[in-house]
């Protein structure tokens, strides 16, 4: 089993910056692959970004590329997502996600979650 928390969400203004983390424990971290996904009311959840277990590799949604960053440090079990420019349509809860599939977009192929952590972006 690994248990994750998220932290870091918050009000914030349209153009402005966020930084969530996401601490594991349980499982050995390392071993996983790891991933920010998020939903809005009404919506479905959906990938916002990923890295590998190395951080060797990322992978972004398109709506994301360029404004956030994923990093995560295994030897203090966190993940990280620095979110910049945030738009209004960044509104929404963001889930940390643990899994054995590499970066995967599909929420579907994560075996573990966090509790989610709210992020509002106002114009």
């Known amino acids: 089993q690994v248990q994750l928390v998220e932290s870091g969400g918050g009000l914030v203004q349209a153009g402005g910056s966020l930084r969530l983390s996401c601490a594991a424990s349980?499982?050995?971290?390392?071993?996983?692959?790891m991933a920010w996904l998020r939903q809005a009311p009404g919506e479905d959840r959906e990938f916002v970004a990923g890295?590998?277990?190395?951080?060797?590799?990322?992978r972004y949604a398109d709506s994301v590329k360029g404004r956030f960053t994923i990093s995560r440090d295994n030897a203090k079990n966190t993940m990280y997502l620095q979110m910049n420019s945030l738009k209004p349509e960044d509104t929404a809860v963001y889930y940390c996600?643990?899994?054995?599939?590499?970066?995967?977009?599909?929420?579907?192929?994560?075996?573990?979650w966090g509790q989610g952590t709210q992020v509002t972006v106002s114009s």
């Open positions: 349980g499982r050995t971290f390392s071993g996983y692959s």
């Open positions: 996600a643990a899994g054995s599939i590499s970066m995967s977009a599909r929420p579907g192929n994560y075996d573990y």
């Open positions: 890295i590998s277990w190395s951080s060797m590799y990322t």
